[in-house]
T-cell receptor, first 111, second 113 residues
Framework: GQQLNQSPQSMFIQEGEDVSMNCTSS?????WLWYKQDPGEGPVLLIA?????ELTSNGRLTAQFGITRKDSFLNISASIPSDVGIYFC???????????FGSGTQLTVLP | DGGITQSPKYLFRKEGQNVTLSCEQN?????MYWYRQDPGQGLRLIYY???????QKGDIAEGYSVSREKKESFPLTVTSAQKNPTAFYLC????????????FGAGTRLSVL
């Protein structure tokens, strides 16, 4: 089946720093989604990407749909303590009937 | 307001016991999903349902069962056959359209006594 490789697995950063994480796929995706999960809660959709090369922002978050259609990137600028959580990428190829999820990036923001 | 409600938030299971996790949505979505999440791991698909009275096994269906008698409800039963049930369980529903965007409930944490 499809596989998503998400990296890094975890990050420890200082408050105010920028953050980058990415996902790569073994197959071409038509949709890329980025979710954030707070501790003990369900994931919440942050950004949805629908075509290759697309760059979309949501406040301090920016995500890009890679031009090869096999990768996606999420950047967080000027991190704050409430950015702490697990960030998941998810995607879907044209033939799949459900999403494939990455294993998540655990983000810790140090004061 | 619209959303997905999972209950209970915390659940404890004794040896040999079946337990049922509730998932209700008022988003009028056709498709619903159950995922299992273990510490440090991603989401693994247990079962999904595209429409009422129909459901399919996901990647880790053994030891679990589901039903879909109503559009709003997709309960998950963790049976005694599931030998390692301790995990965080997430229910999701999917919005119409080709993007397959899923919306999640707040989760149920199941532990074994």
């Amino acid at each position: 089946g499809q596989q998503l490789n998400q990296s890094p697995q975890s990050m420890f950063i200082q408050e105010g720093e920028d953050v980058s994480m990415n996902c790569t796929s073994s197959s071409i995706f038509n949709t890329w989604l980025w979710y954030k999960q707070d501790p003990g809660e369900g994931p919440v959709l942050l950004i949805a990407l629908y075509k290759a090369g697309e760059l979309t922002s949501n406040g301090r978050l920016t995500a890009q749909f890679g031009i090869t259609r096999k990768d996606s990137f999420l950047n967080i600028s000027a991190s704050i303590p409430s950015d702490v959580g697990i960030y998941f990428c998810a995607g879907r190829s044209g033939s799949a009937r459900q999403l494939t999820f990455g294993s998540g990036t655990q983000l810790t923001v140090l004061p | 307001d619209g959303g997905i409600t999972q209950s209970p938030k915390y659940l404890f299971r004794k040896e040999g016991q079946n337990v049922t996790l509730s998932c209700e949505q008022n988003l009028n979505h056709d498709a619903m999903y159950w995922y299992r999440q273990d510490p440090g791991q991603g989401l693994r698909l247990i079962y999904y349902s595209q429409i009422v009275n129909d459901f399919q096994k996901g990647d880790i269906a053994e030891g679990y069962s589901v039903s879909r008698e109503k559009k709003e409800s997709f309960p998950l039963t963790v049976t005694s056959a599931q030998k390692n049930p301790t995990a965080f369980y997430l229910c999701a529903s999917r919005a119409p359209g080709g993007a397959y965007i899923q919306y999640f409930g707040a989760g149920t944490r199941l532990s074994v006594l």
